[in-house]
């Protein structure tokens, strides 16, 4: 198997070291964090997908410089992250759990009441870098919902395996999943 997948997205060529997350599986290792270019040709692509909304909401951490960049260029004042624990200046939070294809462990996803009363009755878009298994995407639409928020858009960069088969998502590039 080759060691590097060459991606092309929103203009912007990468090659992705290919790694082992299981005997049976390997993936693209796509991290944005830092990657300020292909935040920035990336967001006004996918920004201009979704349909009205009234907040962002993202997984902490790799989604936030995607979700700070496309909060800009829709002229909004606020974005909210789920963060993955409990943090003490958080009151009433609400929590979920999920256990992601990277991580392959349960992490908290964790909403403070104040975000939670923000986007009660609001209309939400999901934002994440990599839409794989769909079980982070599920988490934080669940927590949404628990806070009373209204999810109309999933949205990210790129839809791994199967997940690019979904009707439900909006993405710009499909991410194979490489299977030994």
Same mark, same amino acid.
């Given at each position: 198997?080759?060691?590097?997948?060459?991606?092309?997205?929103?203009?912007?060529?990468?090659?992705?070291?290919?790694?082992?997350?299981?005997?049976?599986?390997?993936?693209?290792?796509?991290?944005?964090?830092?990657?300020?270019?292909?935040?920035?040709?990336?967001?006004?692509?996918?920004?201009?997908?979704?349909?009205?909304?009234?907040?962002?909401?993202? !997984?902490? @951490?790799?989604?936030?410089?995607?979700?700070?960049? *496309?909060?800009?260029?829709?002229?909004?004042? &606020?974005? +909210?992250? $789920?963060?993955?624990?409990?943090?003490?200046?958080?009151?009433?939070?609400?929590?979920?759990?999920?256990?992601?294809?990277?991580?392959?462990?349960?992490?908290?996803?964790?909403?403070?009441?104040?975000? !939670?009363? @923000?986007?009660?009755?609001?209309?939400?878009?999901? *934002?994440?870098?990599?839409?794989?298994?769909? &079980?982070? +995407?599920? $988490?934080?639409?669940?927590?949404?919902?628990?806070?009373?928020?209204?999810?109309?858009?999933?949205?990210?960069?790129?839809?791994?395996?199967?997940?690019?088969?979904?009707?439900?998502?909006?993405?710009?590039?499909?991410?194979?999943?490489?299977?030994?």
């Amino acid at each position: 198997m080759d060691t590097i997948y060459k991606l092309k997205v929103a203009g912007i060529e990468r090659e992705l070291p290919i790694i082992s997350i299981s005997e049976e599986l390997s993936i693209a290792s796509f991290v944005i964090l830092g990657d300020t270019e292909l935040v920035s040709h990336t967001a006004p692509k996918l920004a201009e997908k979704l349909p009205p909304v009234d907040f962002l909401v993202t !997984a902490e @951490a790799k989604g936030i410089p995607l979700v700070y960049e *496309i909060s800009k260029l829709l002229g909004m004042n &606020h974005y +909210i992250v $789920a963060r993955k624990s409990i943090k003490p200046y958080m009151e009433s939070p609400i929590v979920n759990e999920v256990v992601s294809i990277t991580t392959q462990k349960k992490q908290l996803l964790c909403l403070d009441s104040q975000d !939670a009363a @923000a986007i009660k009755g609001k209309r939400i878009a999901i *934002i994440d870098d990599v839409i794989s298994t769909g &079980h982070s +995407i599920q $988490a934080l639409e669940e927590l949404i919902k628990q806070a009373g928020g209204e999810v109309v858009a999933k949205a990210a960069i790129l839809a791994e395996g199967d997940a690019a088969e979904r009707e439900d998502i909006i993405f710009l590039e499909k991410l194979p999943l490489f299977k030994k």
